[in-house]
Structures are given as C-alpha cells and as structure tokens.
C-alpha cells in the first residue's frame, strides 16, 4: 500500500497559463503569482520588454496585441494563442484580460481546460466587453467589485490592487 507521500509525488504538477494584454492587465496578473504557487506557470502578453518582469528562467511568451476593431490582428493573435494553447497544454489557463485573455480563455474551453477570468480592476461601473463575453467560457468568473458581484456570477472575493 502507497503513503500519502508516494501520492505527492506521483501527482501531477498543475500546468498554468497565465495571459494578459499590457499595462493594468499585465501587472494586475503579476500580482496574483502567490496563487500560482506549486504550479508550472507559463507567462504570455502582448510586449517583449516584460519579460523582464519575472524571474529568470520563466517561460515567457509573446502574443499579438488585438482588439475587436482591428479584425486582421485579432485573426493574427487568436491564431497565436490557439498555437499556444496546443503547443504548452495547460491544465488551466488565468486571464485578467483583455482581447488576448479572452481568446485563450475560449481556446482552453474548448480543449476541455479550466479557465478562470478576473476582470480588471479598472472597470468598476460594469464588466468589460471581453468579461462579459468570457462568462460562458470560464469555470471562474470573477470581478474585483462587491457591487458588480451577482448571484450567476461574477463572483467576488476582494480584489487584486496592491502596493
């Protein structure tokens, strides 16, 4: 009979990936790297110059910036990511948003992965486009707003704003 220290190391490492366009969304997604503990993490956005962001060694990628009015860059990144996506094979895909979280998130879906969106702390009035839209595609729907909480989600369980 195995002990539970054989079933430790026998289990699977979680494989995460954790994707973000620049700005607020990358650094809201920097933030949440204490939840990521005891996982592989595979980083992506949308700018080269934040690898510089992580730890040395970390796996880094770059994805085509794009929005839902530029459609010639939004097919070029959801192709990016769909790759992505089937190269890495994450076990769960992270996304604070916005268009390239989004996509992964749909993609991941749709290979049967947990997927979990955290809404941007920026949009306190109401969810952003690419949170709405990523309801139907997450196992996790959250925002950083108590008030924008609902009973059918998205949840909330505080929020992400740091130093």
């Known amino acids: ?24 969304h990358w650094v809201q997604l920097l933030r949440l790297r204490p939840a990521f503990e005891g996982c592989k993490v595979i980083y992506a956005t949308t700018k080269e110059n934040y690898a510089c962001d992580l730890e040395a060694g970390a796996e880094f990628y770059v994805v085509p910036d794009c929005n839902r009015w530029e459609k010639w860059k939004l097919v070029k990144g ?8 089937i190269t890495q094979k994450p076990d769960i895909v992270v996304s604070t948003g916005a268009a390239p979280g989004f996509l992964a998130i749909r993609f991941a879906k749709l290979f049967g992965k947990k997927t979990i969106w955290l809404d941007s702390i920026a949009n306190a009035e109401e969810l952003s486009l690419s949170g709405q839209k990523a309801k139907n595609s997450c196992d996790m729907w959250m925002t950083q707003w108590e008030h924008l909480a609902k009973v059918d989600g998205p949840i909330y369980r505080g929020n992400i704003l740091g130093d």
Do not use: C, E, Q
Request: no cysteine.
């Open 78 to 85: 959801s192709l990016s990511i769909l790759k992505l996506i």
């Open 1 to 24: 009979m195995k002990d539970d220290s054989d079933k430790n190391r026998t289990r699977k490492t979680k494989k995460v990936l954790a994707i973000a366009s620049g700005g607020g």
